[in-house]
Nanobody, 127 residues
């Protein structure tokens, strides 16, 4: 089993920044790709960013490219999402997810590839 715990959400004004953190436990964290997804009220869950197990490969949804940065610290079992220049449309519950397979070189963007999920953290951006 894998446990994922997100933190760092909150309320900010448009143009502000937040840094989300996800602490993983329960299995070898450094062998799994990790991702962030989000879900706004009334909308489907959306892929935001992912990072390969090595940290060498990252992927982003077009709407956050240049504003968000995903990173990981395998020594601390942590994955981060630095969010800058936040917009009201970034408002959502953000979820951390862990790949069910090991050593994936290119992280997946579909939620179906991630077996383990955190409880989510709310991000609210006001205009």
């Amino acid at each position: 089993q894998v446990q994922l715990v997100e933190s760092g959400g909150g309320s900010v004004q448009a143009g502000g920044s937040l840094r989300l953190s996800c602490l993983a436990s329960g299995r070898t964290f450094s062998e799994s790709a990790m991702a962030w997804f989000r879900q706004a009220p009334g909308k489907e869950r959306e892929f935001v960013a992912a990072v390969a197990y090595s940290g060498r490969s990252t992927r982003y949804v077009d709407s956050v490219k240049g504003r968000f940065t995903i990173s990981r610290d395998n020594a601390k079992n942590m994955v981060y999402l630095q969010m800058n220049s936040l917009k009201p449309e970034d408002t959502a519950v953000y979820y951390c997810a862990a790949d069910q397979n090991y050593y994936r070189m290119i992280p997946l963007t579909s939620g179906e590839g991630y077996e383990y999920w955190g409880q989510g953290t709310q991000v609210t951006v006001s205009s």
